[in-house]
């Protein structure tokens, strides 16, 4: 079973949809939540980071965290073709140990 | 501040030579990791340096990789003999100190490497 299950998608949306992003995680051991996202030929870049279960909220990006089902989404309200990315959601057991990394989700936000 | 930079972008080798790939670090961050992408994969780890250290390289997929990190700055990682299944983006990242908070890994922009 692989640490981390994401759907690679990919998802095509309107300029201004919700969006929903999901990802579930085996191990319980896991303390540290994260969301990556990455542009086309670039690194990926650290968009949310959680520690705890419940929400939280950065502008138009909200990540939330259950840890009772280990399952992770990040949501995008008001969507805009600059969010157009593959996104990854990434877990660590300790802060500074190894990124474990889900194989991404592409989205395309349709002017 | 600059970012992590990686060396080359791109490289296009045979199957059977040698290639060495560059990370330099953001400034200060101690700790280095290195992660590759392979074809439809997720990425992966591969090692973590803190300073010129290896702290945990149990996902180094073979003997054919070494990595180092000369005076805990910029870090080499070289693939002698490469084989076709190592084509991939492998990535560079670095963190400051842990200083008991979270500690960010920024991510360089990768070296694309193409074993024909």
């Known amino acids: 079973q692989k640490e981390v299950e994401q759907d690679p998608g990919p998802l095509s949306v309107p300029e201004g949809a919700i969006v929903s992003l999901n990802c579930t995680y085996s191990?319980?051991?896991?303390?540290?939540f994260m969301w990556y996202r990455q542009y086309s030929r670039k690194g990926p870049e650290l968009l949310m980071y959680?520690?705890?279960?419940g929400n939280k909220e950065d502008g138009r990006f909200t990540a939330q965290v259950d840890k009772s089902s280990k399952y992770i989404s990040l949501f995008i309200r008001d969507s805009q073709p600059s969010d157009s990315a593959t996104y990854l959601c990434?877990?660590?057991?300790?802060?500074?140990?190894?990124?474990?990394f889900g194989p991404g989700t592409s989205l395309s936000v349709i002017p | 501040e600059a970012g992590v930079t990686q060396f080359p972008s791109h490289s296009v080798i045979e199957k059977g030579q040698t290639v060495t790939l560059r990370c330099d670090p953001i400034?200060?961050?101690?700790?280095l990791y290195w992660y590759r992408r392979v074809m439809g994969k997720e990425i992966k780890f591969l090692l973590h340096?803190?300073?010129?250290?290896?702290?945990?390289e149990s996902g180094m997929p073979n003997n054919r990789f070494l990595a180092e990190r000369t005076g805990g700055t910029y870090s080499t990682l070289k693939v002698q003999p490469a084989e076709l299944e190592d084509s991939g983006v492998y990535f560079c990242?670095?963190?400051?100190?842990?200083?008991?908070?979270?500690?960010?890994?920024?991510f360089g922009p990768g070296t694309r490497l193409t074993v024909l």
């Open positions: 959680t520690y705890s279960s």
């Open positions: 990434a877990i660590l057991k300790t802060s500074y140990d190894k990124v474990i």
């Open positions: 340096f803190v300073k010129e250290s290896k702290q945990d």
């Open positions: 191990n319980s051991a896991f303390q540290y």
């Open positions: 990242a670095s963190s400051r100190e842990w200083d008991g908070r979270n500690n960010e890994q920024f």
């Open positions: 400034s200060g961050h101690d700790n």
